[in-house]
Each structure stands twice: as structure tokens, then as C-alpha cells.
């Protein structure tokens, strides 16, 4: 099956390349050569517009890490609204579900359908082949991408028949894991500084009721390394808090904690840049609270 893919950078680059071991042919583009190069190597065509990809391939996927991004390939010059060929757009992003039906209309008086598969899992979950697939849209449309998203982890859960219902899924699991973040960066800076070693805290809390995934997932890999390369930026996890607020708000929920967090996030990225890594909130605890958690692997 033809396939193209618009964004090809830390979570884009694996999940078309899990397209290709699938042996699907690919066309590819994205801003960034060095991006494109490893998928170039593997026989994927490059695309010079969004517009020749949708006049190239019936299905495109979109990983973009911006909403102004997203807008720019769907509406700007030569945008994907543009192409002839494109019969259906699978969103991987999370851009909330105001976005994409913004773009559900535009799209679809083109004829064209959408998919909503926003992902969770990291760049390792990508490489790896076990992302959770969140998914909504109409059914035949989802019924003719499913053998692909498939290809990328073996959770696929269906969120509804309403294109952006995946989206608020999706922000869901995303606010969860932010406040997760923030709560286990004070409790590890607190423990340790107390004279607790951070790799104890770890096994005890990991079977304990305190276990959550950004405990799981950042704190072996980026933290107790004292590396900070998780691979996902602060300013895109603010991103998905900010959306989610707002989608509390159209909804009449209250978000006093997810509020909390942003600001916590906030003030991280001022302490350090908007391009830091997620795992660099434990530093921003440490620097206010005066102590550096030791290196442990």
C-alpha cells in the first residue's frame, strides 16, 4: 500500500519506519534532511510539498510536534488540502480535539476522511514497536489504516466513531503522566535529600502505590543516569497541559491540579529553555531545592 508520512523526527522516524518493515512503500517529508536520510536509505521517496504528497499517496500520516506546524501543512501554500490523490489523513498528533475539527471540515469537503491515532509510548515505545494506539474516526476509514497502526505496538483501542474523541483520550493519559512527573520529581529530591538512596526509593515505589509510568519510564533511562535525553522536550509536554486545560474548560471540569502543573512546567522552561528534556523537572526541583540527587547507573 502506498503510504506518506509528513514529519519524520523523533517519534515520526520510527513509526514510518515500522511502515516499512510492514513492506509498505513510503514517501516521506519533513523539514529536517538529516531526518529523512535513515528512511531515504531504505528505498522511502521524498516528497518536495504536503501538496505532492497528497497528489502522491491515498493515505498520509501526519507527526508534527506543533499545532502552528499542523495548521501550516494542512491550510499553508501547497498544503495537503491542496492534493488530489490523498483519500485519507491519520493524525498521530496531539493537538486537541478543537483542532482537528477545524481540519475534520476542511478535510472533508475535499473528500477526504480522518483518522485521529494520537500514540503513547516515547521514541523507545516507537522503536520498539509498542506504542498505544489511540484511535477514533469512521469506521471504514479506521478499518482501512488499522493493518498499519498495528505495525506500531500491540494496543489499539478504539475511542469512538467521532473524529477528536481519541484526542481527549489522549490528553487524558498525557495530563496523568505530567503531573505524574512533577509529583515524583519533588518526592525523589525529597527522599534522597533526606538520606534515602534514590535506587531503593525506586524499588520500593515501583511496587508500591506510588508506582506510575513517568516513574517507570524517565527516572531508569535519563534520570539516574543523570543524562536527561528521555527525547521529548519540555515545551511539547506543556503543549498537551495546555490543551488539556482547555478542553477542561470547554467541558465544565475543573483542573486545579493540571493548573499546578502548569505552572510548575513554566517555570521550568524559564529556569532552563522550552527545548529542554522532560526529565530536567527533576533539576529544576533540585535547584530550588538545593541538592542534586547522585548519579546511580
Known sequence: MEAGYLGVGSMGQPMASKLLDGGHNLTILDTNPAAMQPLLDRQARQATTPKALADSCEIVFVSLPTLNAFRAVVFGDNGLLQGTRMKILVNTCTVGAKFLREVEVAMNAK??????????????????????????GDPAA??????????????LTIAG????????????????????????????????????????LYAAISVGTGNNAALEKVFPRSIFTRDFNFGAALHILMKDVDLALEQGEELGVPMWLCQTARLMYRHAIMADSANADISTMVRFVEKNAGYDMPKTR
Open 111 to 136: 473528500g477526504v476522511a480522518i483518522v485521529d491515532a494520537p500514540i503513547s509510548g516515547g521514541p523507545s515505545g516507537a522503536w520498539a514497536g509498542t506504542l498505544s494506539v489511540m484511535v477514533s
Open 142 to 155: 479506521v478499518a482501512a489504516v488499522r493493518p498499519l497502526l498495528s505495525l506500531w505496538g500491540p494496543t
Open 161 to 200: 466513531d467521532k473524529v477528536g474523541a481519541a484526542q481527549v483520550m489522549k490528553l487524558t493519559n498525557n495530563i496523568l503522566f505530567a503531573i505524574n512527573l512533577v509529583a515524583s520529581s519533588e518526592a525523589f529530591v525529597m527522599g534522597t535529600k533526606g538520606g534515602v538512596d534514590p535506587e531503593a
